[in-house]
């Protein structure tokens, strides 16, 4: 799928990491939550452990509520670290018109699967493989058929 922070087309799983700084009197937090890619999840995870761990104890709400970042910060890694890594080659997905025309005669299929409740990011192999264009694009395909309803109703 595509990765939420960068972009690009990689295996992806949904992570929430939280940072949080301290500040005597007051506090600092910061959220980063969506389906990353692991080079994502490995840096967003050391840059908000790392920060939590020196920047998130100085508070009294700090002192008790950076311990557990810290510990979901750690699990939601450990629970990523199978993941496989980002290809070399990965890059961010494009929509041409190539693609629309390869896409268009099967978007009664995708919405019908859309409106039956499957998950996306298996209509978006099914459809794939049928119309000859990577995930990715079929991704955004539905992301601009969502933005032309939408744009139709108003």
């Given at each position: 799928m595509i990765c939420q922070?960068?972009?690009?087309?990689?295996?992806?799983?949904?992570?929430?990491?939280?940072?949080?700084?301290?500040?005597?009197?007051?506090?600092?937090?910061?959220?980063?939550?969506?389906?990353?890619?692991?080079?994502?999840?490995?840096?967003?995870?050391?840059?908000?452990?790392?920060?939590?761990?020196?920047?998130?104890?100085?508070?009294?709400?700090?002192?008790?509520?950076?311990?557990?970042?810290?510990?979901?910060?750690?699990?939601?890694?450990?629970?990523?670290?199978?993941?496989?890594?980002?290809?070399?080659?990965?890059i961010e997905p494009e929509l041409t018109d190539h693609d629309i025309e390869r896409l268009d005669p099967h978007t009664d299929d995708l919405i019908s699967q859309l409106n039956a409740g499957d998950d996306i990011e298996l209509i978006a192999e099914d459809i794939a493989m049928k119309a000859g264009v990577t995930e990715g694009q079929v991704v955004l395909y539905v992301q601009a058929l969502i933005a032309a309803s939408e744009d139709a109703e108003d």
């Open positions: 922070k960068c972009g690009v087309e990689a295996p992806t799983k949904y992570v929430a990491f939280y940072q949080n700084i301290g500040a005597l009197v007051m506090r600092f937090s910061q959220t980063i939550e969506g389906n990353l890619c692991k080079s994502c999840v490995h840096g967003t995870f050391w840059k908000f452990t790392l920060i939590n761990c020196t920047l998130g104890w100085w508070g009294m709400i700090s002192l008790i509520v950076t311990p557990f970042f810290i510990l979901n910060n750690v699990f939601r890694y450990v629970f990523c670290l199978g993941m496989e890594p980002v290809p070399f080659d990965a």
